[in-house]
């Protein structure tokens, strides 16, 4: 049997197999953006490379539990390697490169790619919010953020998009869910990072991504900002690193664009300065008197067939 997916708490997951596309950025900066809306959030590293543990000020050799440890060892209990950070209602399960064992350890383990979702069980009733980080791959550790998820974050860099990867990636989310006939990662939301307003190129591929892949594509979009780049060295996200910069504007008005996608939030979405045609798109008034997508597109994950070519 399936471990379906448990909705209490809402799971999202950030993917991509291509390296350095801001998976990790938007983890830690989604995650405490969540947070400082006031939800309870539980962010994740899943890669082990462990940039989101180190990007939050956590030593990882002094770490005596990890999200290792919950994965792998018999009856392996996530509570046990939850830690605060230093942002109120924000809580990391780390990791440190022993996690780069696991894709062996658990190759030929039965249900390996449902370890995650079943961890996630037994904190689903104290977090709003999930956040998983997960490595440049499709290997055991992405099934398990996949597998754990509806909501599913595919960070794209607007400078240099490549189309046919991206099909590649959005055909094997297809494929995977077909194959285990899983809820996991139905809905998927595009994010263009590393915009830059001022190059044309970048605006041409922006154009592209959003002809392409329609609504799948956030109205909001993470500018390149240097405090995004600096904020990790000093073991903080963006937004308590540098509050007013872009990066935390963008990173803010993504939270509250997420939500109102999940139906987590009730009052009026902030606009993003640069979203292209003025604000997020299809979002009116509601007769409870919140706004969120009326008569809008599911973000269902397309089959091969259903995105246009360019
Ligand atoms: N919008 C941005 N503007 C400027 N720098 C950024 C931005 N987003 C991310 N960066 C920087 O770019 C680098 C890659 O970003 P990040 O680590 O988030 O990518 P990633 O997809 O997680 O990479 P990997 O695949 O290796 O895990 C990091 O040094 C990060 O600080
Ligand atoms: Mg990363």
Known sequence: MLWEVDD?????????QKGGCGKTTTAVNTAAAFAELGKRV?????????????????DSDSLEKTIYDALLQTGGVLRDAIVRTRIAGLDLVPCNMLLGNAEVQLASVPGKELLLSRCLRSVCDEYDLCVIDSPPSLGVLTLNALMASIDVIIPVQAHCCNMKGLRRLLDSVQIIRERLQSHAAEHIYLLLTFVDDRGAFGQQVQQQVRGAFGRLVLSTMIHRNVSLAEAPGAGKP???YAPQSRGAADYRVLARELLDELG??????????????GGPKGLVAKSDGSRGPVGKPSRRTPGPDSIEST
């Open 8 to 16: 209490t708490m809402r799971t999202i997951s950030i993917v991509n």
């Open 42 to 58: 539980l962010l994740i590293d899943l890669d082990p490379q462990a940039h989101v543990t180190h990007g939050l000020g956590c």
């Open 238 to 240: 963006v937004l308590t």
């Open 264 to 277: 987590l939030r009730g009052e009026p979405p902030a606009v993003n300065a640069s979203v292209q045609g």
